[in-house]
Structures are given as structure tokens and as C-alpha cells.
Nanobody
């Protein structure tokens, strides 16, 4: 049974930092590219970024480039999203996802349930 479980969300002030985690099980994590997406109230889900199965390469949306970073620990079956210099417009539910082939990274196979991030003073 495939599971992706996000954690680490919460309330943070503008300019602050958070690190989200996504623990995976039920599939061969080291063979899968991972992604983070987010969805703000009343908006469509949007990509945050991708990381290759090995963790050696990443790709980010322009809106988070230079502020967010994704890392992958294949020994722990976990992918992370480090978020710095947070802005109120980063407020959203954050989801991790998985796909076997990097070429299909925009069409994930598996999804987590999401974790809420709220940036507010």
C-alpha cells in the first residue's frame, strides 16, 4: 500500500522558515522522482518543484526559486522542502507526489494528503 505522509506545516511569520517532510512507503522510493505542489484557497494546484530519483537534480517554479529547496534522503525514504523567506502568498496546502520517470514529472502517480502552511503576522 503506497503512502506519502507530509508533516511540518504550521503557522509562521513573514520572513520565517519551515521545513516540510514527506515520508514514503509502499514503493521503491529510490527509483522515483518526487515533487512538491501547493494549493491556495480558491486557486488551482501549482507546482513548487521537482527532484530526481537520485536527488542530484532539482527544478523549481519561478515563484519560489532562490527561497525554497528540495532534498531527498533515499536511506530514510523521505523528501524535504526547505522554505525560507516565506511570504503571505506562500500560504497553501502543500502536497508531495511521486512518479517513476523524470519525463513524466508533471503527471505524478502518487499523492500525499497535504499539510497546511500559513504565513501571517
Amino acid at each position: 500500500q503506497v503512502q506519502l505522509v507530509e508533516s511540518g506545516g504550521g503557522l509562521v511569520q513573514p520572513g520565517g522558515s519551515l521545513r516540510l517532510s514527506c515520508a514514503a512507503s509502499g514503493f521503491t522510493f529510490g527509483l522515483y522522482a518526487m515533487s512538491w505542489y501547493r494549493q491556495a484557497p480558491g486557486k488551482e494546484r501549482e507546482l513548487v518543484g521537482h527532484i530526481t530519483s537520485t536527488g542530484y537534480m532539482t527544478d523549481y517554479a519561478d515563484s519560489v526559486k532562490g527561497r525554497f529547496s528540495i532534498s531527498k534522503d533515499n536511506a530514510k525514504n523521505t523528501v524535504y522542502l526547505q522554505m525560507n523567506s516565506l511570504k503571505p502568498e506562500d500560504t497553501a496546502v502543500y502536497y508531495c507526489s511521486a512518479v517513476r520517470n523524470w519525463a513524466n514529472r508533471n503527471r505524478p502517480t502518487y499523492w500525499g494528503q497535504g499539510t497546511q502552511v500559513t504565513v501571517s503576522s
